[in-house]
């Protein structure tokens, strides 16, 4: 039986007993007993309305995320009636595009509708910073990662005291079209050209930015009509790997208080490296077309040894690279000098499946509970080691590309595109110099620090600690 947080517990209960004796003062909770498990509490058959909006394309086709008639879409249908069983409650779940504006409406005029809501997180920020969501540090263990997502993965929906939503980080599949760019070989052009394979390098720790320019310049291959370049990579893409890489994040907590870490000198070494990989010294290895669909379908076409790739063009769907190649290998960016090793960093604009209770939920504690049982793993995928196994099987044709893209999820940055993050990104390329291109954007981010990544930041700080 899954244990519930025993303060949680207790609260549900006391308020439980206020809600069927209407007219009782309130108890004073108890000191809590540590045998307390959701065995102990009775919804007495409430119903837990739960919206679900971008998540996935065929609402029709939707069982908390998963595709119908799939294996883990039965898991959470099991999972779905034990809770229901469990607490003595009834789950109407809402698949729609318009949960959003279902959800602010009701916000607004104080109007319960949802008890839960999931959507994308690029869509959250207005309201968790609108006071939309209920802070959830008071309810649910947040310092369980493993099962509610890192600090980093939850940096967008952390806001100045507080942690307002949660994703199903112990689910397998849901997030792993979230996060950008692990770097995709092409293993036939390695094993056809006689290369050494990147995935080498990674597993003896000499993946660092002096091989991966060796790597382009040998990758890079004119074939009689055939030229196969190094790379190919959508430019914002492959700068924005390259800032990561020498372990420093967009919102850095410094001696001198919280800063924009492109501004620091590990993130300008990143971007002046990446610059003169570009301008300079691997310039002929880059395949010339920049666009996201000229650059995968040089990939597809073999045109590239390597390609940097959204997760989602990747184990997407169908259509995505594990099914249209027959042999693909992933490996992270390499690691710059400042970098801690064996940490691959990635990045994210949003998050799909960020669950938070709005703030006119009728029983906060009640919806609390309800994420609590369903978030937990799920039978047979307990454990990271289980994951990565059923990645390394199922999914991908070798078991260290399981584990880079599991480490480079659980260490996405949040990048705050939406709020002009990326400007610099943007500009890495063009002929000028670093330091040059961050004074002239820097009363930009002096206004992006002090909006918003100080705000978002100290809610991590808050519920995280250093």
């Known amino acids: 039986m899954l244990k519930l947080r025993k303060t949680a517990a207790l609260l549900l209960a006391v308020m439980l007993i206020m809600c069927a004796c209407a007219q009782a003062e309130p108890e004073i909770v108890p000191e809590y007993d540590t045998n307390v498990s959701e065995s102990a509490v009775d919804l007495g058959g409430y119903t837990v309305r739960w919206g679900f909006g971008n998540t996935i394309a065929d609402k029709e086709d939707c069982v908390f995320g998963f595709v119908t008639d799939t294996s883990f879409a039965d898991l959470a249908l099991d999972r779905k009636k034990a809770v229901e069983d469990a607490v003595n409650c009834k789950f109407e779940l809402d698949y729609n595009d318009s949960v959003r504006g279902t959800f602010d409406a009701s916000v607004v005029s104080g109007s319960r509708f949802y008890d839960v809501v999931t959507f994308e997180s690029y869509f959250l920020l207005s309201e968790v910073r609108g006071g939309y969501f209920y802070g959830l ?79 382009l310049l040998a990758y890079t291959v004119k074939d009689g009509e055939n030229q196969i370049y190094g790379i190919a990579s959508h ?39 990446a610059q003169s990989m570009f301008r300079v010294t691997c310039h002929d290895c880059f395949f010339p077309g920049e666009s996201n669909e000229a650059v995968s379908e040089c990939f597809k076409n073999e045109g590239c040894v390597l390609y940097p790739s959204g997760a989602g063009g990747i184990v997407g769907d169908r259509t995505s690279l594990i099914y249209v190649m027959d042999n693909i290998g992933i490996v992270p960016f390499p690691l710059g000098p400042n970098a801690e090793p064996g940490v691959y960093r990635s990045y994210h604009e949003s998050l799909n499946y960020s669950t938070g209770i709005p703030i006119n939920a009728e029983m ?25 196994e059923y990645l390394s099987s199922q999914v991908f044709f070798d078991p260290r590309d399981a584990r880079v893209f599991i480490n480079m999820l659980g260490n996405s940055e949040y990048n705050f595109q939406n709020n002009g993050g990326r400007a610099a990104i943007e500009q890495v390329r063009e002929n000028k110099t670093i330091t040059e291109m961050l004074e002239g954007l820097r009363s930009n981010y002096d206004t992006l620090l002090e909006e918003y990544m100080i705000p978002h930041f100290e809610g991590r700080l808050a519920v995280f600690g250093e």
């Open 137 to 215: 540090s008071p309810y649910l263990d947040l310092k369980n990662t493993e099962k509610y997502g890192t600090p980093s993965l939850l940096l967008s929906v952390s806001y100045k005291n507080d942690v307002y939503c949660v994703v199903p980080y112990a689910w397998p599949q849901l997030l792993y079209t979230s996060f950008g760019n692990p770097i995709v070989v092409n293993e036939n052009l390695i094993a056809r050209y006689g290369h050494e394979d990147p995935r080498e390098f990674v597993e003896n720790a000499t993946w660092t930015w002096d091989k991966f320019e060796e790597c």
């Open 235 to 273: 430019p914002p893409y492959f700068n924005m790997l390259m800032f990561l890489s020498n372990g420093v994040s967009f919102t850095e907590n410094t001696d001198q208080g919280i800063v924009c870490g492109l501004y620091t000198p590990a993130g300008i070494q990143a971007m002046e490296r």
């Open 364 to 388: 906060p504690d009640a919806s609390a509970l309800i994420i609590d049982m369903m978030y937990e793993p799920f039978e047979g995928y307990e454990t990271k080691e289980q994951i990565i």
